[in-house]
T-cell receptor, first 112, second 116 residues
């Protein structure tokens, strides 16, 4: 089955700096790659996703890049703010209706 | 994601007891999923269902059972056979065809189960 690896497991940055989280996947048939943000005790919330027909997608301070050849994708957060502090999960899946395979998460701390 | 609900929010169970976690959605989604979350482990798939009256085992199905008698509902039973059931359980749903948001999974608020 699919195996998604996520790095780093913890990340601490100063407010205003950029943060980058990287994931690799094993199943070449995967074609959907979402990123979720989860605050303590709450449900995961989708923040951005990318499909295999594009290499990059951006939404304000958040961007995701995908390299299908190398089977890796990354989340980039620019101008970080303290409210960006949370656990971030990457995931990968095949066609619609298939379950997501999650990475183990990255705990991001943004210090003022 | 306000259209998917889970109950109860907190649940305490004695060892040896079965317990059922509720998950309901009014989003008209075809697919529903159950994940288990442990500290530092990410989310692991227990069961999923793409259509009513059909479901598939995930990576950690042992000790769990599900049913999908209605499109809106996907209850999860944690049986006494599950050796370490204390965890945060998350239900999710998604559409399976058409539109630009297919595959996007919407999560419920979760149920925190503690075995005493």
């Amino acid at each position: 089955g699919e195996n998604v690896e996520q790095h780093p497991s913890t990340l601490s940055v100063q407010e205003g700096d950029s943060a980058v989280i990287k994931c690799t996947y094993s199943d070449s048939a995967s074609n959907y790659f979402p990123w979720y943000k989860q605050e303590l005790g709450k449900r995961p919330q989708l923040i951005i996703d990318i499909r295999s027909n594009v290499g990059e997608k951006k939404d304000q301070r958040i961007a995701v890049t995908l390299n299908k050849t190398a089977k890796h994708f990354s989340l980039h957060i620019t101008e970080t703010q303290p409210e960006d502090s949370a656990v971030y999960f990457c995931a990968a899946s095949r066609d619609s209706g298939y379950a997501l395979n999650f990475g183990k998460g990255t705990s991001l701390l943004v210090t003022p | 994601d306000g259209g998917i609900t889970q109950s109860p929010k907190y649940l305490f169970r004695k060892e040896g007891q079965n317990v059922t976690l509720s998950c309901e959605q009014n989003l008209n989604h075809d697919a529903m999923y159950w994940y288990r979350q442990d500290p530092g482990q990410g989310l692991r798939l227990i069961y999923y269902s793409q259509i009513v009256n059909d479901f598939q085992k995930g990576d950690i199905a042992e000790g769990y059972s599900v049913s999908r008698e209605k499109k809106e509902s996907f209850p999860l039973t944690v049986t006494s056979a599950q050796k370490n059931p204390t965890a945060f359980y998350l239900c999710a749903s998604s559409i399976t065809s058409g539109g630009s948001s297919y595959n996007e999974q919407f999560f419920g608020p979760g149920t925190r189960l503690t075995v005493l």
